[in-house]
Structure formats: structure tokens, C-alpha cells
């Protein structure tokens, strides 16, 4: 209704519950994550990739991991999805 009324006249919006949910916690997860962003929660984690036949280190991974202040560990399958979207400028 808001939409529409700032629209001006003539116009209407159709109201989609199922989308409103979606964008609500969309923005919830972000907001979350801009939070974790500035206290620091976020933890890199460098795996060594080795070649097992020679046994030399030919590399590494960077991991990234987010400490939560209320859980143990979030795995990145969690946040990653809702940064990688992102456009950064």
C-alpha cells in the first residue's frame, strides 16, 4: 500500500508474502555479517597443500571461518552464499 501511495496515482503493487519473507531475511543475514565484519569474527585458516609421492608443500588455502560470538563455528556454506552476490565497488 505504502508502495503505491508513493508511486503516485493510478498505479497499484501486488503484495508477495513469500518474497517479503525471503528479502527480510536476506537483509537479517547481512546485517549479521556486516556486524561479524567489524567485531572481528571472521578467522583465516591456511591449509597446507602437499604432494603426498614427493612429501614437499606445494601451497596453501586460505580458509575463512566465522567465530560467532553465540555458536561454535559457522561453516562457510552458510555465509557465503549471501556475501557472494554482493556487488562490491
Given at each position: ?45 591456511y591449509q597446507p ?30 555465509f557465503m552464499p ?8
Open positions: 500500500m505504502y508502495q503505491a501511495k508513493q508511486a503516485g496515482k493510478n498505479c497499484y503493487y501486488l503484495f508477495d508474502a513469500d518474497q517479503e519473507s525471503l528479502v527480510r531475511s536476506r537483509y537479517e543475514g547481512l546485517k549479521h555479517i556486516r556486524h561479524a565484519l567489524a567485531a572481528g569474527e571472521f578467522v583465516l585458516y597443500k602437499v604432494n603426498m609421492r614427493a612429501g614437499t608443500v606445494t601451497g596453501a588455502e586460505a580458509l575463512i571461518r566465522w567465530q560467532h560470538r553465540k555458536k561454535v563455528c559457522c561453516w562457510p556454506d552458510l549471501e556475501i557472494e552476490i554482493i556487488r562490491w565497488p
